[in-house]
């Protein structure tokens, strides 16, 4: 049913839990599990590491490599786990940079791959939070051409 499977990764704790989701039911379907990270390309609440709203470029780097970390982590626990999952082949991760919102991103890098699912935690790490759901997990939810699981 799932062949291919999207889960948005921000580090924070509902992004974890979404990985664990995406996790079994790949493992169910014998899916390919994109990993994906967004570099914000703006300051948020008055960060002054940027000029004009745009982001230094050593933030960008340093957020790949706190990226790079949590695809580690999820690779290994993988290799810990029971779970059948063959990592060189079905989990492909990659963060990316965009001048887009994170959920456009989301969006556009699910359709270039036309995945069957993606899954999401209701909030990230963005520090805005609304009533039920984050603003990303809201417009990725409201825009998405596939089904959408999110997990709290």
């Not at 492909?92 to 069957?116: C, G, M, Q, W």
């Not at 899954?119 to 990725?140: C, E, P, Q």
């Amino acid at each position: 049913m799932f062949s291919k499977i999207l889960v948005g990764i921000d580090g924070s704790e509902y992004s974890r839990n979404a990985v664990n989701y995406a996790l079994d039911i790949s493992t169910k379907y014998n899916s390919d599990l994109f990993l994906l990270a967004i570099v914000p390309s703006k300051v948020h609440h008055g960060d002054s590491s940027g000029v004009f709203g745009m982001v230094a470029p050593s933030y960008f780097e340093e957020y790949k490599k706190e990226a790079e970390k949590w695809f580690e982590e999820i690779i290994n626990h993988i290799n810990s786990s029971d779970t059948p999952i063959d990592t060189k082949s079905k989990v492909k991760s990659e963060v990316i940079t965009t001048p887009f919102s994170t959920a456009a991103s989301i969006l556009n890098y699910a359709e270039e791959r036309d995945v069957d699912l993606i899954v999401i935690g209701t909030r990230g790490n963005s520090g805005l939070k609304k009533m039920l759901l984050g603003s990303v997990a809201t417009d990725v939810v409201t825009y998405s051409y596939c089904p959408v699981l999110v997990v709290k």
